[in-house]
T-cell receptor
């Protein structure tokens, strides 16, 4: 069964510092991988997705993620944190096979930005 | 473009009572999803519709949960009777087509508290 593990339920960074949120996946077939962001009292919004094209994926709000098959990782980064980045971030995986392609989410990482 | 609409936004009930949630997906989106997000966890798929047919309901507790999507547009998720462990945010999402790379757009969710 496919799964993702997010390392660190809480991450704090200073404004202007590098943001690094970690995600490792487990999948029996080459996966599709996603990062979603959730602001308080709102639904989830897609940041970016990996679907087997370029391994370095650029998303919205200056975020990017790199698919590393050898490390089974899909870490999310942003060079310079902004106060508006404070939110909860979820990594998700979906199998590629035709049929039941549901998203399996990690437990989330709450990002706090320190002024 | 209007997003995914959900109502109510908040609901408090006592255990053994019944409750229903409503979702209106983005116009033209064929696929509709209901997720359960328990505090501190990532969303878990409960049921997935393709138009008005069920694609996946393997994680839906069918003894108490039911869902329908009449006419392939709006959907209703019902819990009867509710248990304390049903306290969660219920998220509705929709996507244009059925496929593992297609973006899912999420509504703001309904926060259910069971006392």
């Amino acid at each position: 069964a496919q799964s993702v593990t997010q390392l660190g339920s809480h991450v704090s960074v200073s404004e202007g510092a590098l943001v690094l949120l970690r995600c490792n996946y487990s999948s029996s077939v080459p996966p599709y991988l996603f990062w979603y962001v959730q602001y308080p009292n709102q639904g989830l919004q897609l940041l970016l997705k990996y679907t087997s094209a370029a391994t370095l994926v650029k998303g919205i709000n200056g975020f990017e993620a790199e698919f590393k098959k050898s490390e089974t990782s899909f870490h999310l980064t942003k060079p310079s944190a902004h106060m508006s980045d404070a939110a909860e971030y979820f990594c998700a995986v979906s199998d590629r096979g035709f049929g039941n392609e549901k998203l399996t989410f990690g437990t989330g990482t709450r990002l706090t930005i320190i002024p | 473009e209007a997003g995914v609409a959900q109502s109510p936004r908040y609901k408090i009930i006592e255990k053994r009572q019944s409750v229903a949630f409503w979702c209106n997906p983005i116009s033209g989106h064929a696929t509709l999803y209901w997720y359960q997000q328990i505090l501190g966890q990532g969303p878990k798929l409960l049921i997935q519709f393709q138009n008005n047919g069920v694609v996946d309901d393997s994680q839906l507790p069918k003894d108490r949960f039911s869902a329908e999507r009449l006419k392939g547009v709006d959907s209703t998720l019902k819990i009867q009777p509710a248990k304390l462990e049903d306290s969660a945010v219920y998220l509705c999402a929709s996507s244009l087509v059925w496929g593992s790379t297609d973006t899912q757009y999420f509504g703001p969710g309904t926060r259910l508290t069971v006392l």
